[in-house]
């Protein structure tokens, strides 16, 4: 179901269009918020997901900017999520078992966007997720959350909608670290935005003592451009990276959507 109220002026395409300009990313302090009667475009979006029998439907507002659409990477995340069984075998599968559980599975999502990732994970998966993003950005989480309640709520699962501006150690303090996954899709993409994610990501991983030793970040991330091996190379000298999931190339994109597991150092997985 796609229902459009104003057509936007621009096409948008999220596989290419963050390779236009650095300049045009809201993140960066929400310089494109749109002054007020400018007509906003509404999508709806609807994502099946078979392993509960069920659909999440999903709003999207394009001319507000990249945090209110929906990206390649996120469809991916929640095709895995929608199709993992704790008997397989696959890496991505094994990566979310591996996950040390003391129910209910507390799952943290950043950059969350739309929130089409951590709400569908807290369908399928029954678990308590919290999607968080920039603050200009959660009217439209929080629309998202309350619009899925009825489908989350008889599998057992909660969405909180929260700030966490990567890198703001305020924020960071107030979401705390007691979360058994971290998850994110589509979050390596400006560079200046490198060192508050790594930054993030060390806090959450790394901080907080005893009992971190397993914690994961699971990121899906469709490559754009060659500086993003900036951020990885980066990411490596903290953490342990490795490949759990890689889509082939589509008609979009050369280069398919990845998986990655983040972990400390010296994890061990089973
Ligand atoms: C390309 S979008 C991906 C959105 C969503 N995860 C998805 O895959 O559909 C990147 C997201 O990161 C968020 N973001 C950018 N800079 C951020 C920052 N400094 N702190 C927190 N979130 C940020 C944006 O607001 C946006 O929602």
Known sequence: MTTVVYSSDEEINPVTMLQLDGNDDDAKENNDKKPELVPTSVQHQTYRLNSINSTVVI???????????????????????????????????????????????????????????????SAILGADVTVTDLPHVLPNLVFNADANSSVVAPRGGQVHVAALSWGKLE?????????????????????????????????????????????????????RWKKESGFFKKAKKHFKVELVHEDGPSDASRTGVVVYRFARKDAVFR
């Open 171 to 223: 924020e960071m303090e107030t979401i705390g670290r007691d979360y058994d996954l971290i998850i994110g899709s589509d979050v390596v993409y400006h560079d200046h935005l490198y060192d508050p994610l790594i930054q993030t990501l060390k806090y959450l991983l790394l901080g907080g003592g005893d009992g971190n030793g397993e914690k994961v970040f699971l990121m899906a991330h469709l490559r």
């Open 59 to 121: 709003r999207q507002l394009p001319s507000q900017g990249l945090s209110f659409q929906l990206w390649p990477a996120a469809t991916t995340f929640v095709k895995l999520l929608d199709s993992y069984q704790p008997s397989n075998t696959d890496s991505f599968s094994a990566a979310v078992t591996n996950v040390k559980i003391r129910p209910p599975l507390r799952i943290l999502e950043l950059g969350s966007g739309t929130g089409v990732v951590g709400i569908a994970a």
